[in-house]
């Protein structure tokens, strides 16, 4: 029994210190997203909730850490309590990632931002003229229209100057042929890859550790009622 309760405390201390080192790569993620956004799109406004992202993961990085650490404590301590208190913190993590992750996913399926769907609109209102929100997008994302470059010529419209690399549309390579909506949809993807792949690792190793530190729990009490009972 001895050997299990000792074995169950340095798998537990081994899944805090991995949980550790999750949630201090949470928080270089989340200071990452902050620096990517480029001074043009927080001049524009056009950061897309990332700045809200990056917050959410710093601070929950912070929480992981902090968790992990007071996991540690509970287990240098051999307190029932404090286990328990480790074991139901570590499954609330858990569900928190999950959601945060669900609505990731969500976003990078189908979420347009205002602006670029309002663009989109105006592209085929044939009474609008110009569409500055939408050449905004086609510059910094290299995109055209909302599906290629060919909604322009659909409309007997030529393509801005804002569909072709450094607004240079006298050769034809130049012109930029996927659409926004693709390509914001690529953006958003290829921005929460590294989430979604660090937050599950961490659910794995949270679930992991809640299931131990239960085991722990349950053994040090039938430890305790032994020695009780042989005393």
Not at 68 to 75: T, Y
Not at 78 to 89: E, G, K, N, P
């Amino acid at each position: 029994m001895y050997c299990t309760t000792r074995l169950l405390r340095y798998v537990l201390c081994v899944i805090s210190g991995i949980c550790a080192l999750g949630g201090c790569l949470l928080i270089w993620y989340g200071a990452w997203l902050l620096d990517s956004l480029s001074e043009e799109q927080r001049v524009l406004g056009m950061d897309h909730g990332e700045d809200l992202g990056a917050v959410l993961c710093i601070l929950l990085g912070t929480v992981i850490v902090v968790a992990s650490i007071f996991g540690s404590v509970a287990v240098a301590k051999d307190s029932r309590t404090l286990l328990i208190c480790y074991a139901v913190l570590l499954v609330f993590l858990l569900i928190v990632q999950i959601v945060l992750v669900s609505i990731s996913y969500a976003a990078s399926r189908d979420f347009l931002p205002d602006s670029l769907r309002q663009g989109l609109d105006d592209l085929w209102d044939l009474q609008h003229e110009g569409n500055s929100t939408l050449n905004t997008y086609e510059e910094w994302l290299h995109c055209c229209g909302r599906n290629n470059a060919e909604d322009y010529l659909h409309l007997d419209k030529l393509p801005p100057p804002s569909c072709c690399l450094n607004r240079d549309c006298t050769k034809h390579l130049n012109l930029f042929m996927t659409g926004c909506e693709v390509k914001f949809k690529e953006y958003v993807t290829n921005k929460t890859a590294n989430f979604h792949s660090l937050s599950w690792f961490l659910v794995i190793f949270e679930f992991a550790g809640s299931v131990t530190t239960c085991y722990l729990v349950d053994s040090i009490r039938n430890q305790r009622d032994r020695i009780r009972f042989y005393n």
